[in-house]
């Protein structure tokens, strides 16, 4: 006999009755039923019910157990009476009496419970993080980021593409956040960096003439957390392909996200055609370029209807260029209660209030109510209703001015309207992408350009679009992927001409020399040879969240940072000793 165990906590069944066998395990919860010791025996696999009587040899040394001892017990497999079968888990149907027990590890008092669910702080549980992964809930979680990333792998060799991996240490690069940066202790006074994406070296891989590159990428960036955002690290699935559009890049992505979302999404629709919605419709729309499709409201720009009316805010507001109305429709949001507690909701964002109206029946016909109708009149109210498509028991809400002002409210606003009238879906996951990003951007207070997006991008029109369009017009290869309203991740057909990248560059201002200095490296092997090549990396901790329907991205990360990027449990970052500093040649300049 094997000598830890014959079976895992998740093999024996009714076809195991009467064998003698042995498991090893974690003790989930003992439980005292007069003279009768019931154990849930744990491991990864599953859980097996054990006992043991007063006639059982090992009975006085299991009433010493306690949760989270690691016990290995041998016993004979019995069948449970009928009535006390467990249907939830696999070996629900036996129970295996003790007859020999040794306890392999003993346990200490626990400083935070794992059997069941119970909410402890979030320090507690990092700090203890070995002892957290044990909970159902967080070591189901893990196996499924194993088995999300397997997957991965399986999709992307079945579409040809081969896994290559990329360097760790190397050079600092302007990717938009900061580096982790790495000294050196040959080079006394110089740094690696841990790479923010593999970016650059992807690239080249396609400069090098290996086509169809990826990489489930470890990527670094020191960054502030977020709910969706880990500090320090995190994965992506990275991925390039040369002789590429980005339709090309559509056609690859799509049937790996639908078949893992798929695949372990518990039955929920998958959207199996991802709509393509230009990045100036999704603001006007959804107030975002991270749409969440699951709700059904579009908004529109009714400017018309208040231009020169009676509602004197809107309509010397619409007298001031790049100003405009949008109305968001509330299907069913058709009463002074709902619109009161909006109107609050718009408060609590900052705002003076939305306007509204909304609509009722009223002898045989139909009415608009609320402060906004009576100053604007049936006619123009009426057009609005007709605009939007809305009718009895219907509202609307307005906000007013320069879109970039109001669109974060209005989107929010747009979220907090379906949620708050059930009209948002919950158990499917909606898939889109959102297309033609505007390459530059113009500063409000100083008028200088600026890349709005990705300034390695391929602009749509080429060297052509840069020589002869107003930039503002300019609109990138760049394209997002979003689901339910969570961006999992940015691509771009890159832009491999060393031409048009120095004359991209020159519309926001930089020299040739600029370019040369920063992305020299890039630039060079770009006058070698360069195929046209595109990609993506969508993040793999994102997509794990939103499978596991984890609200915080550390739910999903088998040992994460906390909010100020410390490891509480490796005790991360640490002092170096003056040894190492002497040896790197560094000096630490205490702070003031």
Known sequence: MHAYRTHTCADLTAANVGENIRLSGWVNRVRDHGGVLFIDLRDHYGVTQVLADADSPAFSEIEKVRAEWVIRIDGTVKARAPELVNPKIPTGEIEVFIRDMEVLGAAEELPLPVFGDVEYPEETRLKYRFLDLRRESL????????????????????????????????????????DFLVPSRLHPGKFYALPQAPQQFKQLIMVAGFDRYFQIAPCFRDEDPRADRSPGEFYQLD???????????????????????????????????????????????????????????????????FAGSGFKIFASLLEKEGTEVRAIPAPGGGSRKFCDRMNSFAQGEGLPGMGYIFWREADGGMEAAGPLAKNIGPERTEAIRQQLGLGAGDAAFFLAGKPHEFEAVAGKARVHIGQELGISKTDTFEFCWIVDFP?????????????????????????????TQDPLDILGYQYDIVCNGIELSSGAVRNHKPEIMYKAFEVVGHSREFVDENFGGMLSAFKFGAPPHAGIAPGVDRMVMLLADAENIREVIMFPMNQRAEDLMMQAPSEATNEQLRELGLRLIPKE
């Not at 999300?148 to 690069?173: C, D, H, K, N």
């Open 139 to 178: 070591h189901e979680n893990i196996v499924l980021r194993s088995k999300v990333i397997s997957t991965l792998r399986e999709e992307m060799v079945g579409q040809g593409f081969t896994e290559y991996q990329t360097p760790i240490l190397t050079a600092s690069s302007p990717e938009g956040a900061r």
């Open 439 to 467: 390459m530059y951007e113009k500063d409000e207070e100083t008028g200088a350009l600026d890349f709005s997006h990705n300034p390695f991008s391929m602009p749509q029109g080429g060297l052509e679009a840069l020589e």
């Open 239 to 305: 991925m390039e392909m040369s002789f590429a559009t980005q339709e090309d890049v559509f056609q690859v992505i799509e049937p790996v996200m639908r078949g893992v979302f798929e695949k372990y999404g518990k039955g929920r629709p998958v959207t199996q055609d991802f709509p393509r919605i230009a990045y100036r419709d999704s603001m006007l729309w959804y107030g975002s370029d991270k749409p969440d499709l699951r709700n059904p409201i579009k908004m529109q720009i009714v400017s018309e209807h």
